[in-house]
């Protein structure tokens, strides 16, 4: 799997480094969240550490289409790991010159993929992604993707590998006011269905996955910067958390430094 990864990031940076990729438009964000998670493999169910989770995330856009990736580091008493997922996409809209109707803005087509260098998991996800026209978000976003597994799996001293699935996702931002104040509503709410194990007899079961953020933008109210340094919390709904019977139900700090 280590050649795939690289050779994965090294197309990346050869594609997105030539000038026809120049970005139109580009958002970077440092997160630090702390709460306490459920450990999934832990040896007592229902096992939660504190955990401390640093994420950069970055979002653009360039003429075909756009990118979005984030790589987490997240560090609890006993562990430290990363967790990675990327989604080049183009718009059919800017190829085709494609119109749709009602709230559907655009369809883009998206090969996202999703990495977890310690457990040697590696994911990919093809699939279509609807960007919604409605008042009030800033972006709402459906992807519908395959959830195709390219694990080496417990041979080469990973996690197991899993059968093939398929998943949605629902994303999106809505920015509010209330007098003086501002503030945004974000995050995402996703569907992967269950799989197979290469354990025999062991089912990878379906999961929702909720993380929805409330930031007010500190930055504004104390600097007159707006949209650069937010406070906040982050709700985390984990039903079945990465294919176990465990649950997330938790509440985390939140800040963000956007630049």
């Known amino acids: 799997m280590q050649f795939n990864v690289y050779t994965f990031f090294l197309l990346f940076l050869m594609l997105f480094s030539s000038p026809s990729f120049a970005s139109l438009w580009s958002e970077n964000e440092l997160h630090i969240q702390q709460g306490k998670l459920n450990q999934p493999f832990a040896d007592v169910s229902g096992t939660t550490s504190d955990t401390t989770i640093v994420?950069?995330?970055?979002?653009?856009?360039?003429?075909?289409?756009?990118?979005?990736f984030f790589v987490d580091y997240a560090s609890t008493e006993d562990d430290d790991s990363l967790y990675a997922e990327w989604y080049p996409s183009l718009s059919t809209h800017a190829l085709f010159d494609s119109t749709y109707g009602g709230?559907?803005?655009?369809?883009?087509?998206?090969?996202?993929?999703?990495?977890?260098?310690?457990?040697?998991?590696l994911k990919y996800l093809p699939g279509v992604q609807l960007h919604l026209d409605v008042d009030g978000?800033?972006?709402?976003?459906?992807l519908i993707a395959g959830y195709i597994d390219d694990s080496e799996g417990i041979s080469a001293g990973g996690a197991p590998k899993e059968g093939d699935s398929w998943m949605l996702d629902l994303a999106w931002r809505y920015p509010l006011a209330i007098k003086s104040q501002h503030f945004y509503i974000e995050g995402h709410v996703e569907y992967i269905d269950e799989r197979s194990s290469e354990?025999?007899?062991?089912?990878v079961e379906s999961w929702?996955?909720?993380?929805?953020?409330?930031?007010?933008?500190?930055?504004?109210a104390f600097f007159d910067v707006k949209d650069r340094l937010f406070l906040g919390i982050e709700y985390q709904y984990w039903n079945?958390?990465?294919?176990?019977?465990?649950k997330d139900n938790t509440v985390q700090a939140l800040a963000v430094w956007r630049f």
Do not use: C
Not at 55 to 68: I, L, N, R, V
Not at 199 to 203: D, K, M, N, Y
Not at 240 to 246: I, P, R, S, Y
């Open 55 to 68: 994420t950069f995330q970055h979002a653009s856009g360039w003429e075909y289409g756009q990118h979005f």
């Open 103 to 121: 709230v559907l803005k655009d369809i883009s087509v998206v090969m996202g993929v999703n990495m977890a260098p310690e457990s040697d998991v």
């Open 137 to 142: 978000f800033q972006f709402l976003n459906l």
């Open 199 to 203: 354990i025999p007899g062991v089912t």
């Open 208 to 220: 929702v996955l909720a993380q929805a953020q409330v930031r007010w933008d500190a930055g504004n």
């Open 240 to 246: 079945n958390k990465l294919g176990t019977q465990e």
